[in-house]
């Protein structure tokens, strides 16, 4: 009887453990970027991205600076699912140039070797954007790139689990995705 008594003590603070981590990756709360020129709303805390050849601002010219975070949401992964924020330019970009560049540039983006099921221009904040959602292989990904003119604004996902790609976790994070002006 001594001896399961540790267990069940043991068991206790496991599943608390367990329980209290669950609830904290379910605990979501609003980012907003170093400018606070965008704010997401997420399940967990991003991590800032200091190599700026990982950044999509790679891809634009006239480049001053670049506020860029990435977000794991399994635990089990270590591969970020999420990539977003904003890019500030020196000269404002025209629509054309915009679309030019970031259509050409997702050709590339993780990959070459990508299937496209959707390219649209779209509308976040009252900005014209660019959304994308492909697969590679077994990676499914989206992503939605905002013209801002001085700043350009983006959010991309990617995973290996067709499930988590429909979530209602990831169409949360795309639906709060908000560049202010």
Known sequence: MFT??????????????????????????PF???????????????KRLTNKKESPAIIFEHVRSSDAYTLLLRS???IPE???GVVHLSKPLTNRTFDDTVNSNMLWIGGDDKHFSKEMDVRVGGFHGREFIYNKGIVLGKAVFVNGGRRIYFLMYQSEDEREASSEQVSKIFASFQPLR
């Open 76 to 78: 089990e992964s270590d």
């Open 4 to 29: 399961l008594r540790p267990r069940v003590l043991l068991l206790t603070l496991v599943m608390g453990v367990v329980g209290a981590s669950t609830m904290a990756q379910s605990t979501w709360r």
């Open 32 to 46: 907003s970027t170093k400018d606070k020129s965008l704010t997401i709303d997420l399940p967990g805390r991003p």
């Open 82 to 84: 999420i990539c977003f």
